[in-house]
């Protein structure tokens, strides 16, 4: 079996174990492993027999290497950085839970060895998440328009909310007074979008949810539509330039940007290990039935 490992930074030396741990197992079962070139450079700064690992740094080394998962230690923003470098290959994420809530990061560090375990045993189910995709009459996100949670669009270097003119299929849906809009997908939907009080979509709902970030009308409300729709948006405002998010990546857009979201042609794949659920997931993150009290 060939893995990536997949990271960013080793934030100190009780982290630097569990990546230990990981590298240990992985030894001890033979697993042909391979590092992304940047996080070497942090391996290196703890432990210099690593130095032989081979390493790979971007999509094209990944299709000539070709491993059978990636394997991400952080937490969710991690992973989101890893699709850019995976894409439409599909190889499947195993994400390793180093950081603190984490819904696609779903596997605890205290389970690493066992996580190896099931994955050697083929104890687990491949999933799909879907993206959505973005076009732009200007140049935009041009290396890869796709989220795997969310795009954004928010006020820019000033207190005055923004105008976002939103349309489904063409037709008028809202014109938004807001500080922004969040278009998230079903697995965006425990993230920016939850916090402002966006609805927790099942990952297969085939769905987009449209959260307004504090919207100036009280009768305004975060709304679901089928991810088969097109989502057009216009922004206006008292400045020039606005910010618009893509998943953690952003750029700078203004009023002559005219976008459109629409579902991705090609879908994330993540390793979920027997036992996991997705709503196992959201009650133990999000503390679901359980009384202090007691």
């Known amino acids: 079996m060939k893995v990536l490992i997949y990271g960013h930074k080793i934030k100190d030396e009780t982290e630097f174990s569990y990546v230990e741990s990981l590298f240990s197992a992985a030894k001890e079962h033979e697993i042909l492993i391979t590092v992304y070139r940047p996080y070497m450079k942090e391996l290196l700064k703890y432990n210099l027999d690593y130095k032989g690992l081979p390493t790979i740094d971007n999509n094209r080394e990944l299709k000539e290497n070709l ?4 394997i991400t230690l952080g937490g969710d923003g991690t992973i989101l950085h890893a699709i850019t470098l995976i894409r439409e290959t599909g190889i499947p994420i195993l994400g390793i839970n180093l950081g603190r809530l984490g819904f696609l990061a779903s596997v605890e560090k205290k389970i690493l060895k066992k996580a190896i375990l099931q994955l050697l045993k083929k104890e687990f189910t491949i999933v799909s998440r ?3 995709g973005l076009q732009c009459n200007l140049p935009l996100f041009t290396s890869f328009p796709f989220a795997l949670n969310d795009f954004t669009l928010n006020k820019r270097d000033t ?5 976002i003119h939103t349309f489904v299929d063409d037709v008028l849906l809202n014109s938004y007074w807001a500080d922004g809009i969040i278009i998230s997908t079903p697995t965006g939907s425990t993230g920016y979008s939850l916090s402002c009080g966006g609805p927790i979509i099942f990952p ?3 769905n987009f949810a449209i959260t307004p970030v504090a919207p100036h009308n ?3 409300r975060p709304i679901v539509i089928p991810d088969n729709k097109k989502i057009s948006l216009k922004v206006e405002g008292r400045t020039d330039s606005f910010m618009c998010t893509l998943d953690s990546r952003y ?3 203004t ?3 005219l976008i459109e979201i629409n579902k991705g042609q090609f879908s994330m794949n993540f390793v979920q290990l027997k036992g996991q659920t997705f709503m196992k997931t959201i009650s133990e993150k999000l503390l679901w039935g359980l009384d202090k009290r007691n």
């Not at 491993?67 to 990636?70: A, G, K, L």
């Not at 207190?159 to 105008?163: F, K, L, Q």
């Open 218 to 220: 009280l009768n305004v």
């Open 255 to 257: 009023s002559e940007h």
């Open 251 to 253: 750029e700078t857009v």
């Open 159 to 163: 207190s005055s909310m923004i105008t």
């Open 67 to 70: 491993p059978d998962f990636v």
């Open 204 to 206: 297969d709902s085939q």
């Open 130 to 132: 879907s993206l959505l």
